[in-house]
């Protein structure tokens, strides 16, 4: 607890820990604000928490997962990231090693995107009033002025192509699998990264690209209806090009999951006009969050206001929210 | 004998066979006809892969009482509520039951308000719990059918063997053939049978003889892919247009004559058959599975004394007559606006193989 109490073990714990892995000189000031200097424009400015559990889990653990989650907000809504945040909400008793481990992972996320952590918060709470560990992390971008409706799709019509940069379902999948809630062992791993280095060159070579959206809880699904229902469009996708993790693939025949309602933390829907989306897949496909980029399905004038799936058999249905955590099935 | 390398997933997909097969059926059927697919999964797969496309309109298809927590009556809900409500005790359940309503709340409110339930993804994590919290009663609300009442059964076994003596079942376990002669006798027409895959995996044909030998329906076991559903439409089209009626196994690559002879004779073993409320079908006799007095150590219901109140349905819900094939989700009153999966008024609603659910899910 007297790490959280502003006294000389909070110092203690704020300089060996968030100081000496988020170095920058803007940080290391220890001023009630970090005074920051932008150019003129447009900011983006986004924030998310982060409550996971388990903490750590293949392909990455709650610290690199609020440095990238936030980053991805900024780049899917077509900002550069340059600054964040980070407020931590610690449980008496954590591990020190645990939380080493962790803040080194958000220095490392943060420096391969270039990005700076230039302000902070520090909270200690008894034993049982969090789950070990949260994380609070915001961020600020810079926007260019084309790129300012990429969030809102207002720009997105009949005949764009929906894409995504790979198969859906490995974040959400791993972290079951980290929860030990089944038995049977995979290798997967979360799809966790930082997307703005592919979404940077999405944006340098195309002016067609009409709306982005990372794909986190509620999966490609929630996309999909959110932007259907907020832009009064048709979405139709076409099951048999929607890539395909296999693990991911088999363990939800077993346990009767739909991988579109399942997590990511790599993934993203981009809308693209039609006569730019192979030029915009080549880009991506370049990049390393985009190798398995494939065109899903198209906006469509017909159904506004829904997303239909047709299926590998050739069957339409709808592509609805997710109602409630999915659970296995009974028999 | 299955082809080397065979996948059970995308060739039982495949577009081009759906549509052949979808062809055969529409060249044979000429009589209108209803088929009821007994099994929760069934309209699940069949809605999720908008199988409904490939028929022809004189096939209409009607929801059976095959998902286990649809048919778990509200008198379930609450005997087992009242028992989570026990000092000491907790409550292990598959994670559909939780929000089926009982008469005043559910399973969900009641861990709300710090109950200690615990969804479980088989009855072996329930017994887990018990080994690991020995003081601690652990109670297993035990739902499902054939398929699901041996391994509840091989817990029982299990917790004998190991001396747990802090794990009990709450069991809620039915079988299929009673209420389907149910179905067969009563006043819906049915004329086939599209019969559960996984519960036939156990119990094998013989159970569906009297469908077909005395109550002259058609019954295709069958599989869950697209290709399977429509493939065991097919083969009762044929059987009705013919006047034929049989015992036929679609799903072979699964199911034998005889079933799963290990399986049943350990659900035999712990279970007798009981009288059961079924949601929609009321008192069903011999369709439920009681443990036998040989392991009433393990048996919730006689180690736990709670008087559980009568209740009456919830107004306006119709989950009985859509778990009968004898209405739609889209007849009743209070689908959608009312009853949703947000706000659940019946337990169709509430499982994801439940009719209502489904039907909201993939096709509204």
């Avoid at chain 1, 198969?167 to 990264?193: I, N, W, Y």
């Avoid at chain 2, 009968?324 to 009853?339: E, I, V």
Wanted: charged fraction near 20%; aromatic fraction near 6%; charge should be neutral.
């Amino acid at each position: 607890m007297n790490h959280g109490n502003g006294g000389i073990y909070m110092n203690q714990l704020i300089s060996e820990l968030f100081l000496h892995f988020f170095k920058n000189e803007t940080i290391q000031e220890q001023t009630d604000s970090a005074i920051l200097n932008v150019p003129a424009g447009h900011l983006a400015f986004t924030t998310d928490s982060f409550v996971i559990d388990p903490l750590f889990f293949p392909g990455g653990n709650i610290g690199s997962l609020s440095v990238c989650g936030t980053l991805n907000d900024l780049a899917v809504s077509g900002a550069k990231p340059v600054y964040l945040s980070a407020g931590f909400i610690i449980e008496e008793g954590f591990e020190f090693m645990k939380l080493e481990r962790i803040v080194k992972s958000m220095a490392l996320e943060a420096r391969k995107a270039g990005v700076r952590i230039v302000t902070g918060d520090t909270k200690v709470v008894n034993s049982g009033k969090c789950d070990k560990l949260f994380i609070n992390t915001s961020g600020i971008g810079m926007m260019e002025e084309k790129h300012l409706l990429i969030g809102s799709g207002c720009k997105v019509r009949p005949g764009d192509k929906i894409i995504i940069n790979g198969p859906p379902g490995e974040h959400g999948m791993a972290v079951m699998q980290a929860r030990k809630l089944f038995t049977f062992k995979t290798c997967l791993k979360s799809d966790c990264a930082n997307l703005y280095p592919m979404i940077s060159k999405m944006l340098k070579h195309s002016g067609l690209v009409h709306f982005m959206r990372d794909a986190t809880r509620g999966g490609v699904a929630a996309v999909l209806n959110e932007l259907a229902r907020k832009c009064n469009i048709g979405i139709e996708i076409d099951e048999t090009l929607i890539p395909v993790n296999e693990e991911v693939k088999v363990m939800c025949e077993i346990l009767g999951f739909d991988p579109l309602y399942i997590a990511n933390e790599g993934k993203l829907i981009a809308v693209v006009g039609e006569a730019d989306a192979e030029n915009v897949i080549g880009v991506m496909k370049q990049t390393k969050t985009g190798r398995e980029t494939a065109i899903i399905g198209e906006i469509t004038g017909s159904h506004s206001g829904r997303a239909v799936l047709k299926t590998k058999s050739g069957g339409k249905r709808i592509i609805d929210d997710l109602m409630g955590d999915q659970l296995p099935r009974i028999c | 004998m299955i082809p080397e390398g065979m996948r059970y997933i995308d060739e039982f997909r495949d577009s081009a066979l759906v549509s052949n097969i979808s062809r055969k059926i529409g060249l044979i059927s000429e009589k209108q006809i209803n088929l009821m697919e007994v099994c929760g999964g069934h309209t699940m797969a069949i809605h999720k892969n908008g199988l409904t496309d490939f028929l022809p309109e004189t096939i209409h298809l009607l929801s059976g009482p095959g998902c286990p927590v649809c048919v778990s009556s509200q008198q379930c809900i609450d005997h087992a509520i009242l028992l989570g409500r026990i000092p000491g005790v907790i409550l292990a359940t598959y994670g559909d039951l939780i929000r089926v309503p009982g008469s005043q709340t559910s399973l969900e409110k009641e861990k709300a308000r710090y109950a200690d339930i615990r969804i479980v993804y088989s009855v072996l994590d329930a017994l887990e719990i018990a080994r690991l919290n020995r003081n601690h009663r652990v109670v297993f609300i035990g739902i499902g059918f054939e398929t699901t009442a041996p391994s509840s059964a091989a817990a029982i076994l299990q917790a004998g063997k190991d001396r747990i003596n802090n794990f009990f079942l709450l069991s809620s376990h039915k079988i299929m053939p009673p209420a389907l002669e149910t179905l067969a006798a009563g006043d819906t027409q049915i004329d086939g049978f599209i019969a559960p895959g996984h519960v036939s995996a156990i119990t094998g044909y013989g159970i569906y003889n009297k469908l077909s030998e005395v109550y002259h329906r058609g019954v295709v076991i069958s599989g869950f892919e697209p290709a399977d559903i429509l493939q065991s439409v097919f083969m009762l089209v044929k059987q009705i247009e013919s006047g034929h009626f049989q015992v036929e196994n679609e799903y072979t690559r699964i199911v034998k004559p005889e079933g799963n002879s290990r399986a049943l004779a350990i659900m035999n073993e712990v279970f007798v058959p009981a009288d059961a409320e079924w949601r929609g079908l009321g008192i069903v006799p011999l369709s439920g599975l009681a443990i036998k007095e040989k392991y009433a150590a393990f048996d919730a219901s006689k180690r736990f004394t709670v008087k559980v109140p009568d209740s009456l349905p919830p107004a306006g819900c119709i989950c009985g007559e859509i778990l009968t094939g004898k209405s739609k989700p889209t007849d009743c009153n209070l689908f959608s606006a009312t009853c949703n999966p947000l706000n659940p008024v019946g337990a169709c609603m509430v499982s994801a193989e439940g009719a209502c659910s489904v039907f909201y899910k993939f096709m509204k």
